[in-house]
């Protein structure tokens, strides 16, 4: 609900320093109309990153949904999170787009997290997404929601633990009600 820059700002208030980018974040109050993912331009990586540079928060991951079997469109993802310094691109691409996804990850030395959201999307479950990332080198790993889980009737704790070892992200969610 806040903008990027709210979400940068109440990072540092909070000490933390380290943050995902998702595209839907607004940037500012007065830049409404732009949202920060891979379209961003020149101009307004440069203010993102000054931004963050004087909060001291560094986007170590970002989410996408443009990670699929289109290489052009792969590669701008990942030339994004190269200018950016993101170490992990978290996202669910289709099963076919993942030996490309891996080479490309292995090309730019970014690994990428498969995230799962509730049943009955693609990965929901921990023994669907390591069957398909099973051929796929280690910088393919799992980026684990949770919540999710929780919505599809998992047990968070078995899922992580069948997921040891390839778990590069997390998510957690409260769902509790207030």
Not at 52 to 76: F, I, K
Not at 122 to 140: D, F, G, N, Q
Not at 150 to 167: A, Q, W, Y
Request: with cysteine; aromatic share 8%; net charge neutral.
């Amino acid at each position: 609900k806040e903008t990027l820059f709210d979400a940068i700002d109440n990072a540092q208030k909070l000490g933390i320093r380290y943050i995902e980018l998702i595209p839907s974040h607004v940037v500012s109050p007065e830049m409404s109309d732009k949202r920060f993912d891979v379209n961003a331009s020149v101009a307004l990586i440069a203010k993102v990153k000054t931004k963050l540079e004087r909060a001291g928060v560094r986007p170590l991951a970002m989410y996408t949904n443009g990670l699929n079997s289109d290489e052009a469109q792969c590669r701008r993802v990942f030339d994004f999170a190269k200018v950016m310094g993101i170490t992990t691109i978290n996202g669910e691409p289709p099963k076919d787009a993942l030996p490309l996804v891996d080479r490309l990850a292995n090309e730019y030395g970014i690994n990428v997290a498969v995230h799962n959201h509730p049943q009955p999307t693609t990965y929901w479950k921990p023994e669907i997404v390591l069957e398909a990332i099973k051929e796929c080198s280690r910088r393919i790993g799992v980026c684990a929601d949770t919540g999710h889980w929780i919505r599809s009737g998992l047990d968070p704790i078995e899922c992580l633990k069948k997921l040891e070892g390839r778990v590069y992200w997390v998510h957690f969610k409260d769902l509790n009600e207030v």
